[in-house]
């Protein structure tokens, strides 16, 4: 007892094998990042053109990266994309993707029951030490976690888009979620080169709990005739130092996520009502199919590769 760091006798779940469910720009993203750093792992989704789609993200962000990492040797880049692509798995079967998981990571549809019924399954196929992971952002990790037996080793991981790029990881543990479990989501994100922060399982954890409002008053800004979306923009990137102004950022983020996002905290009730009332402007945007960057319109228009014109 003198050397116990730890009540429990068992210790943290050494990750060698990540399963991440979910092959869209957020899934592909942690899938990248934890084969570039040696992790095993295997990519899921419900058909192979999903499938497909992801890998085809990871090798487009994978050349930027390899690029950075060996200039002018096209060589090495080459040698990095085909080392990091060799330990990528794809799979359509969910069964069978799950047995040889450490720990399994969700990022599909942003949806309760969908993600209820995922764990509910794997709870009863993935092995007993395999720690779960949601990539949710808006949706409590103790509701989706009450879906399985396993309650102390389900917690979140919180990542941010683009993933590759971006540094921080929320690490969301619930009343449940053991020390052991917490210390080993803590280690992989380390062992992913990325920052994790601690986070309590509140609407929005930290960083969407202060963006989503902040991007909510800036559509009333708007509303109200007091600025265009080109002058909030051009004032926060300069004035605030933001890489992007709230307007951009929306429109990367997908207008009808917002809004996804924003009419599930006020029908959940936790936050201030004010904080999250509905913007006419938001929803005429996504009632007309105006998505942002995915759909070629929102605030800004896209042409082609994705850049504004
Ligand atoms: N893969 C790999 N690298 C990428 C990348 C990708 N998909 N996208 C961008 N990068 C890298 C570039 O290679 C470049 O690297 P370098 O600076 O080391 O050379 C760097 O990112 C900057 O890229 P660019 O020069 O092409 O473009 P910008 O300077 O305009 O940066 C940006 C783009 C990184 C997206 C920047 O604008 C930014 O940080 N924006 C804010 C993003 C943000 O706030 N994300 C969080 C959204 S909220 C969220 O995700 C939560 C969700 O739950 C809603």
């Not at 929320?170 to 992913?192: G, H, K, P, Y």
Request: hydrophobic letters at 40%; charged letters at 25%; a neutral charge.
């Amino acid at each position: 007892a003198l050397f116990s760091t730890s009540s429990s006798a068992m210790a943290p779940t050494n990750i060698k094998n990540i399963t991440v469910f979910g092959s869209g720009l957020m899934g592909a993203g942690i899938v990248q990042v934890a084969a570039q750093n040696a992790f095993n792992v295997t990519m899921v989704d419900l058909n192979p053109a999903a499938l497909q789609k992801g890998q085809d993200i990871i090798t487009s962000s994978l050349k930027r990266v390899a690029k950075k990492q060996f200039p002018e040797d096209a060589e090495k880049q080459k040698e990095f994309i085909d080392q990091t692509m060799s330990r990528v798995k794809t799979s359509t079967d969910s069964e069978a993707a799950s047995k040889d998981a450490d720990l399994i990571i969700e990022a599909i549809v942003e949806n309760l029951k969908t993600k209820q019924q995922l764990f509910a399954m794997l709870d009863k196929v993935a092995p007993e030490h395999t720690l779960f992971c949601s990539n949710t952002s808006s949706l409590p990790i103790a509701d989706i976690a009450k879906a399985t037996k396993r309650t102390d080793r389900f917690g979140g991981l919180h990542f941010f888009n683009p993933v590759p790029q971006m540094k921080l990881v929320e690490v969301i543990r619930t009343d449940a979620t053991s020390q052991d479990s917490f210390d080993s989501l803590m280690d992989v994100c380390n062992r992913m080169k990325k920052t994790p922060v601690s986070c309590k399982d509140t609407p929005g954890f930290i960083v969407n709990r202060l963006l989503v409002p902040y991007m909510m008053e800036s559509l009333r800004i708007v509303e109200r005739g007091e600025a265009t979306p080109q002058d909030v923009d051009v004032a926060m990137k300069l004035g605030a130092g933001f890489p992007m102004g709230p307007f951009e950022l929306a429109d990367f983020v997908g207008l009808d996520t917002m809004q996804y996002i924003v009419d599930g905290w006020r029908k959940e009730g936790k936050i201030d009502a004010n904080l999250v009332a509905p913007v006419k402007l938001l929803d005429d945007l996504v009632a007309q199919g105006n998505f942002g960057r995915k759909s070629g319109q929102g605030f800004y228009s896209y042409s082609g590769v994705g850049g504004k014109k």
